[in-house]
């Protein structure tokens, strides 16, 4: 009988094989032979899955990704409390890199945007940055119309504006964080969101 | 006699061949062989002035502070005429990476903090990166100052609290133009802009 290999289990493996390798020593130090020695296999096992580096990668951003969409997912299913601006405000401290995974998801997003950024012309990694951003400027998309419905926002605001303007704000409050952890404190993010969020109130 | 070597302008040769490398092939490619190569040097003649890949990014790093100061410097060089609230504009989207020199430039910043983020400890790349980011910071007070001064601020604002938003917002929007620039055009952060200084005004 032939063995049957759970492709699904094995992506997975892999998965979390990449990331304590990123964890450890930045999205840099991800190869297809850092992580197959990670995960204990041979680099040609890792290989049948990721051939190249760029696949591996791509596959470390749909992780991001995948992470990011859980833990927004596991606040829809607590039970919404407070008003809404405290619920809003609780969304967007779950995408700014205030813990350590986070800070590992985060630094993996700029590591992939600098290194796509270098690349010219169509395909490749630059194409999946968009499909990744896109997915926070849904979230504040969301909110926006969320507040609007519940008449907590000021009248006359163009929502599709207030969604890029919110998503510019939190994405610049993730670099700060990153880069001067000691300035840009979860504290100093915490007020400069309720601030932006109360300049929207009617 | 003595050769009589001008350590300035070759510092100045090496910074020209490097900013070449950097907008031609990313920062990812700039080495000290790549860049002796670029400037006809030997790779000895570099490592004399940058003995490693770590100097020559802080080397890169500088020049980009430099000359995002010098063009910040070029503004208030023009006579200002508009509104303080247009002055601001202008400063702020000078900073942007709306033309292929400033995109450049922030890639290269980019670059530069994802690298860092993978280090551990003090010491290295991670220790420039607070001193460049205050650079913008401090601007972003100036400009907030400014408005405070002239009256066209809403009472009650906390300056410092503005300022860093304005300065996460500036980011989060350099950001958006460098992974998107198809959605986050030059119209549409002038629109955004707009839209987060007329939030301030009394």
Redesign the interface.
């Given at each position: 009988m032939p063995k049957i290999v759970d492709h699904e289990a094995r992506r997975a493996e892999i998965a979390e094989a990449l990331w304590r390798v990123v964890r450890r020593?930045?999205?840099?130090?991800a190869s297809v032979r850092t992580v197959a020695a990670e995960a204990g296999w041979s680099p040609g096992a890792v290989r049948y899955y990721f051939p190249d580096q760029e696949g591996l990668l791509n596959f470390a951003m749909d992780l991001v990704s995948r992470r990011v969409r859980e833990r927004i997912g596991a606040i829809e299913a607590i039970e919404a409390t407070g008003t809404l601006t405290e619920i809003a405000l609780r969304y967007l401290e779950e995408v700014i890199p205030l813990d350590s995974e986070r800070e590992a998801e985060f630094?993996t997003w700029?590591?992939f945007?600098?290194?796509a950024?270098?690349e010219t012309g169509a395909g490749g990694l630059r194409d999946h940055?968009?499909p990744v951003?896109d997915g926070l400027l849904e979230l504040c998309q969301s909110l926006i119309t969320a507040l609007s419905d519940g008449n907590t926002l000021r009248a006359g605001l163009?929502l599709q504006?207030?969604a890029?303007?919110l998503?510019?704000?939190?994405?610049?409050?993730a670099?700060?964080v990153?880069?001067?952890p000691g300035?840009?404190t979860p504290a100093?993010v915490h007020?400069?969101l309720i601030?932006?969020l109360e300049?929207l109130q009617p």
């Open positions: 020593d930045g999205i840099g130090g630094e700029l590591s945007i600098a290194q950024l270098t940055l968009g951003q163009d504006l207030e890029e303007r998503h510019a704000l939190v994405d610049g409050l670099l700060h990153a880069v001067q300035r840009t100093r007020q400069i601030a932006h300049t």
